[in-house]
């Protein structure tokens, strides 16, 4: 009688190597983070109202308490993917497969939630959005839209058909921190002598495609459209996109202000 090969086994074989390999390029990409580059920093002010006498009103008060180093933030993302990956194939790698098995990665949504929101603000920052609550909101915005990504494969567990509710709050708290950034981008074209630096506009335009695949991502899977029937393939087009769009980030990054000269 043949031996039978448990093709299953394999595959979760397979994505535990991949998670492995995974860890050590983005372990990588954040240790030269910290090593090649510059001091480079970015103010966070706050915009509170103080009384003016000559004027007998409140004004706001613009004031830039902290200047925070760029730097080390590109790290973070690129290190809290490392540490996620190498739990998955470590000793998290038998719960990693049982959610697998249910169609649910909560790993990759608690990992998404602050590396992606840690992400966005740094684009917002770039464009000049600065104030401190405006990025604490913009952050929590972004980690709403993961966890209804969360909630997606969580509630469809128990749904006889796909309920793609979870999924339209996702994409709706998603667009709210870009249509930010965006109004920010176009603000400072308008000011006389002054716009957005060219390498800007390769972050947004490359970061905000990657940031809509992870949606398309989800969408094929449940709309179970070619190998995306396989829930695996599409647990693997995740890891892909995180390292492709964390990559490109930190690297554009890089090249545009934190090169040391």
């Not at 074989?13 to 492995?20: A, M, Q, T």
């Not at 966005?120 to 972004?142: E, H, K, P, R």
């Not at 990559?247 to 000269?261: C, E, I, N, Y």
């Amino acid at each position: 009688m043949p031996e039978v090969i448990d093709t299953t086994s394999i595959a979760y074989g397979k994505l535990r190597r991949f998670n492995l390999l995974m860890g050590f390029i983005h372990l990588a990409q954040g240790a030269l983070m910290l090593l090649l580059s510059s001091s480079f920093s970015l103010p966070l002010t706050t915009l509170y109202l103080r009384f003016d006498p000559s004027r007998g009103k409140l004004v706001q008060n613009l004031q830039e308490p902290y200047a925070v180093r760029i730097a080390p933030l590109v790290a973070v993302f690129l290190l809290l993917s490392a540490l996620a990956h190498f739990i998955l194939a470590s000793w998290g790698y038998g719960w990693y497969v049982d959610n697998l098995k249910r169609h649910i990665n909560k790993a990759r949504w608690w990992e998404y939630s602050l590396s992606s929101s840690l992400m966005i603000v740094l684009i917002a920052m770039l464009v000049g959005l600065y104030d401190m609550t405006s990025l604490l909101l913009i952050f929590c915005l972004n980690a709403c839209m993961i966890l209804f990504g969360y909630m997606m494969e969580l509630h469809n567990q128990t749904t006889p058909t796909t309920d793609w509710t979870a999924f339209r709050f996702g994409c709706f708290a998603g667009a709210v921190p870009w249509a930010a950034i965006a109004i920010y981008t176009l603000g400072a074209n308008q000011s006389p002598g002054s716009s957005v630096p060219s390498f800007v506009y390769a972050i947004l335009i490359s970061l905000f495609i990657f940031f809509n695949c992870f949606a398309v991502n989800m969408y094929l899977q449940y709309r179970r459209v070619g190998p995306w029937r396989d829930y695996l393939f599409g647990e693997r087009m995740y890891i892909v996109l995180s390292l492709v769009a964390k990559s490109a980030l930190a690297w554009q990054m890089f090249f545009g202000t934190l090169r040391s000269v």
